[in-house]
């Protein structure tokens, strides 16, 4: 089955400077790769995602790149703010199916500070 | 639109008892998802089911289980609780047009002693 690993598990970053997430996926045959930010007490929650007929994709601040030849994608925030504080996951999916093909990253702790 | 709801958002049961949470999803949304979240294991799937039909299964024993009712709300039961599912079950819904966009409630977070 699909394997993804995220790093790194913890960042600091100070506000206003850019933050990077790696994932690296095990299986060939993903093409959907979707980002979630969960802040406490709360859901996960989409913020991005990619299918692997492009390599990058931005909304905002945020940005996902994609390199399938590697299997490693990426989420870059910029100008980042303290309300971006929060728990992010990447997931790899076949792309086709169902939600349980989705594999998930264990998470990327985000700190921001003043 | 509203959004996924799952009740109750807290739980405190005893070892060897029985739970059951409830999700209702998004309006229109006929997919349901659940999910456990623990700090070591981090989101493990646990079933899916598509208009009262359990789609998928996750690796958990069949003391988890679950169901959906017609109007899309969904339920899950774990049985004869043990320490270790002291977890974070989030339910997730989504469309018809695009399973794969998972809309997540807040959760259930329970915790067995």
């Known amino acids: 089955g699909e394997n993804v690993e995220q790093h790194p598990s913890t960042l600091s970053v100070q506000e206003g400077d850019s933050a990077v997430i790696k994932c690296t996926y095990s299986?060939?045959?993903?093409?959907?790769f979707p980002w979630y930010k969960q802040e406490l007490g709360k859901g996960p929650q989409l913020i991005i995602d990619?299918?692997?007929?492009?390599g990058e994709k931005k909304d905002q601040r945020i940005a996902v790149t994609l390199n399938k030849t590697a299997k490693h994608f990426s989420l870059h925030i910029t100008e980042t703010q303290p309300e971006d504080s929060a728990v992010y996951f990447c997931?790899?999916?076949?792309?086709?199916?169902?939600?349980?093909?989705?594999?998930f990253g264990t998470g990327t702790r985000l700190q921001v500070t003043l | 639109k509203a959004g996924v709801t799952q009740t109750p958002r807290y739980l405190i049961k005893t070892r060897g008892q029985q739970v059951t949470l409830s999700c209702s999803p998004i309006s229109g949304h006929r997919s349901v998802s659940w999910y456990q979240q623990t700090p070591g294991q981090g989101l493990q799937f646990l079933f899916e089911y598509f208009s009262e039909t359990q789609r998928n299964k996750g690796n958990f024993p069949g003391r988890f289980s679950g169901r959906q009712f017609s109007n899309s709300r969904s339920e899950m039961n774990v049985s004869t609780l043990e320490l270790g599912d002291s977890a974070l079950y989030l339910c997730?819904?989504?469309?018809?047009?695009?399973?794969?966009?998972?809309?997540f409630g807040s959760g259930t977070q329970l915790s067995v002693l």
């Open positions: 299986d060939s045959a993903s093409n959907y």
């Open positions: 990619i299918r692997s007929n492009v």
């Open positions: 997931a790899a999916s076949p792309g086709t199916g169902t939600a349980s093909k989705l594999t």
């Open positions: 997730a819904s989504s469309s018809t047009r695009d399973t794969q966009k998972l809309f």
